[in-house]
């Protein structure tokens, strides 16, 4: 295995700060990260398009950095529609899917208002709005059964998941589209989010759309999702995108009329974005040393949603042995506002800037105003 390069955040350190200013809290973004990640799903050849799911962080220069190198964009709701287009003014609809979940129809009115295509995962809405899907090309969203992710509470298959028609249903859905009146260009799924390297799992899913898509002469697309991981703990492995790129191309071999589409989020924003906060004040209370931060779940809540693990640095010492066990909490009135336990940091001051890592995917994008405290602001780096 080769090992993890250097963190951009440790080369550009002295930016950063510079960056950061004189700052309590910022969310930080690195649009030359971005790019690089993106160049790496751009160069397999498996793939015919990439979406970018704009959920994971829809920073509007983040939008212009990924229109720019040609990607499309995955959207959720009317709100992240319309960021896209204010953000990327002329778009071609082309370039967006709305895959809404239990929207209401007025959403789905709209994105087909503007041209743009509808991923559909609920026959309901072929059934009870099929007026509106009349003469539209749209793409399914299926279940294939094929769960997978970091936390139970991003996989998106299976029984427990509320996302996709379900396996039992498929056998309906030729006749549910037809009665619509619309077509079938595509076919989706998305198993889960930040998931392993597990390239087995990609391939059961493309085999499952592929089978299905048999039934629709005009399905040309089979959209994996998104779902692809990044590292976060020290000696997590990374997707081998070679690996991924050579099993794909194989399946697509025997499935020559079929383009494949991938539309992840984490994979192409996480590494990118920091959180920086300044140490307010210590405390030492049993065995813990806490050190307070000026931000906390109100601006990363992962931590405490799903247990998820961030890298923390004192970003002001790094060249500072780290030989405190400290426990990083924020401001907010919750004892699950923990941002990292049992970190080993150097000793931190009042003032001292921390660096959340890994941060740019569902961060600022799930804060929140919680105790009315606003979340840290957003900043990028200068080129
Ligand atoms: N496509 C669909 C239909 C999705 O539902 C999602 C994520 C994606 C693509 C992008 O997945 P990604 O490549 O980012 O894994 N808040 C959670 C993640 C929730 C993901 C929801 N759907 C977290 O912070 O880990």
Redesign the pocket.
Known sequence: MSPAPTSWWRVRRDALLSTFGALDCAYIYDPQVVTAQAQRLLAMRSLSRV?Y?I??NPHPEILRTLAALGLGF?C?SRAEVERVLESVPGIPAGRLLF?P?FAPRAEYRFALAQGITV?IDNLYVLRAWREDFHGREILL?LDTGHAH???E??R?AGDQSK?GVPPAEFAELAEAVAGAGATVVGL?A?G????STDIAAWLDTARVLGSVAAEFPRATAL?L?????VPERPGDEAIDLGGFDAALAAFRATHPALQLWL????????EAGVLLARVTQTKGKGDIHYVGVATGMNSL??PA??G?WHEIVNLTRLDEPADRRTTVVGPICESGDTLGADRWLPRCEEGDVLLVANAG???H??ASHYNLRPPAAELTMPA
């Open positions: 979406f799911a959920k994971a995955e959720v895959t979940n991923t969203r992710g970091h936390h509470k991003v998106t996302f989706h998305h889960g989010s930040g998931s959209n999702g998104g779902g692809l991981g539309e992840p989020g984490r994979f192409l924003v996480a809540i992962r949603l799903y998820a995917a569902y961060g994008a799930m």
